[in-house]
Antibody, heavy 122, light 108 residues
Framework: QIQLVESGGGVVQPGRSLTLSCAASGFTFSKYGMHWVRQAPGKGLEWLGVIAHDGSVKIYADSVKGRFTFSRDNSKNTLDLQMNTLGAEDAAVYYC???????????????WGQGTLVTVSS | EIVLTQSPGILSLSPGERATLSCRASQSVRSNYLAWYQQKLGQAPRLLIYGASNRATGIPDRFSGSGSGTDFTLTISRLEPEDFAVYYCQRYGGSPITFGQGTRLEIK
């Protein structure tokens, strides 16, 4: 069955960087766009952006543009989120989510990972 | 950016009752690209409805979605104990993808 497993979360100091990963299985990863979504503690959901199935297109939310970078390795079925210059506002659970249709990049999400928690603290 | 406003913020009902949750968009949602998710504490969101009215795989038929343009509704016909959770609407099909702030459905 389809599985998405995030990793890499933890405690990071303000201003530092962190890279999260999402390991995918149970589907042909190279055919699906992938999204990142986060949720601050006790808050709602925030879309961070999407990377196309082949990595050729990346769209970022304004809140993270210029600080966060999406990448993927279709040979390893992994998705990465590099986060730079982290601040208190970036503390959240980070989820990866899979597009429902092959070769699409802007739809709803039936499959989510379990999330990984990022805490920003000195 | 299309802003989604959900109401009420908190809905207190009893099992067996009918729940009606609202999601209003600041602009018309193209092609009814509106989804609903359920989220329980400590879990990832679960897709309930897409395309405003289509139930996702495995979603019980007590969940239904309706609406078009700027006004959308999620209805739970008869609440089961497991339905008490937070519900989010989402507008997709263009950037940025946006969410409503959520409605908390709590047991009365």
């Amino acid at each position: 069955q389809i599985q998405l497993v995030e990793s890499g979360g933890g405690v990071v100091q303000p201003g530092r960087s962190l890279t999260l990963s999402c390991a995918a299985s149970g589907f042909t990863f190279s055919k699906y766009g992938m999204h990142w979504v986060r949720q601050a503690p006790g808050k709602g959901l925030e879309w961070l952006g999407v990377i196309a199935h082949d990595g050729s297109v990346k769209i970022y939310a304004d809140s993270v543009k210029g600080r966060f970078t999406f990448s993927r390795d279709n040979s390893k079925n992994t998705l990465d989120l590099q986060m730079n210059t982290l601040g208190a506002e970036d503390a959240a659970v980070y989820y990866c989510a899979k597009e429902p249709r092959e070769y699409s990049s802007g739809w709803y999400w039936e499959n989510w990972g379990q999330g990984t928690l990022v805490t920003v603290s000195s | 950016e299309i802003v989604l406003t959900q109401s009420p913020g908190i809905l207190s009902l009893s099992p067996g009752e009918r729940a009606t949750l609202s999601c209003r968009a600041s602009q018309s949602v193209r092609s009814n690209y509106l989804a609903w998710y359920q989220q329980k504490l400590g879990q990832a969101p679960r897709l309930l409805i897409y395309g405003a009215s289509n139930r996702a795989t495995g979603i019980p038929d007590r969940f239904s979605g309706s609406g078009s343009g700027t006004d959308f509704t999620l209805t739970i016909s008869r609440l089961e104990p497991e339905d008490f959770a937070v519900y989010y609407c989402q507008r997709y099909g263009g950037s940025p993808i946006t969410f409503g702030q959520g409605t908390r459905l709590e047991i009365k």
